[in-house]
């Protein structure tokens, strides 16, 4: 059962443009939404996290928008550059207070082109 | 700080062997989580250690398991191998895996089964 789906699965945006990828959840108990940013041959690395008391966070030109209600959220990277282009995965854990594991969404292909 | 390392970075096995991968997590940190990457399930979690006991597990057979040591490095070890278990394989660390501590990714391990 996939609790955290990502849309699109790839994603073409000019230099300079907003990139947008979504991403929807299921399970209420959720209370982290990080999301990730992956290179070829490179583990995932953390790009930004959200928790679910506010509706939107932004580092820089990355911007977390979070509709509790909806049960979604999304990531805007504003003023896309080349060095942008990578796999985002959208996750989310639940904070048992002394366990957690992150449920990543399917993963979305970026390409910034010039 | 030197990040998470795996040993080996690539590996290829046959079918019905057994593999046993390692990880060193950041120095500092006790939680210790694997997760399975493949192109058709994506990210998927398979087990945490925290303090060398198992938290918490994902979904996964028995033929896959793990271990944490007192010095915290972690290993999985995945036995009859099947051509099914072809995939990354990434190591996050973390200071107390609580959700909203960040998991810090190693380069993965990348098992070929023939």
């Known amino acids: 059962q996939q609790q955290v789906k990502q849309s699109p699965q790839s994603l073409i945006v000019q230099k300079g443009g907003i990139s947008i990828i979504n991403c929807a959840y299921e399970n209420t108990a959720f209370d982290y939404f990080p999301w990730y940013q992956q290179f070829p041959g490179k583990g995932p690395a953390l790009l930004i996290a959200i928790r679910p008391d506010v509706s939107e966070k932004k580092e820089g030109r990355f911007t977390i928008s979070f509709n509790k209600s909806a049960k979604q959220f999304s990531l805007h990277i504003m003023d896309s550059q080349p060095g942008d282009s990578a796999t985002y995965f959208c996750a989310a854990s639940i904070n048992t207070g002394t366990a957690s594991k992150l449920t990543f969404g399917t993963g979305t292909r970026l390409q910034v082109t010039l | 700080k030197a990040g998470v390392t795996q040993t080996p970075r690539y590996l290829i096995k046959t079918r019905g062997q057994q593999v046993t991968l390692s990880c060193s997590p950041i120095?500092?940190?006790?939680?210790v989580s694997w997760y399975q990457q493949t192109p058709g399930q994506g990210l998927q979690f398979l087990f945490e250690?925290?303090?060398?006991?198992?938290?918490n597990k994902g979904n996964f057979p028995g033929r896959f398991s793990g271990r944490q040591f007192s010095n915290s490095r972690s290993e999985m070890n995945v036995s009859t191998l099947e051509l099914g278990d072809s995939a990354l394989y990434l190591c996050?660390?973390?200071?107390?895996?609580?959700?909203?501590?960040?998991?810090?990714f190693g380069p993965g391990t990348r098992l070929t089964v023939l």
């Open positions: 120095s500092g940190h006790r939680s």
């Open positions: 250690y925290f303090s060398e006991t198992q938290r």
């Open positions: 996050a660390s973390s200071t107390s895996g609580r959700s909203y501590n960040e998991q810090f």
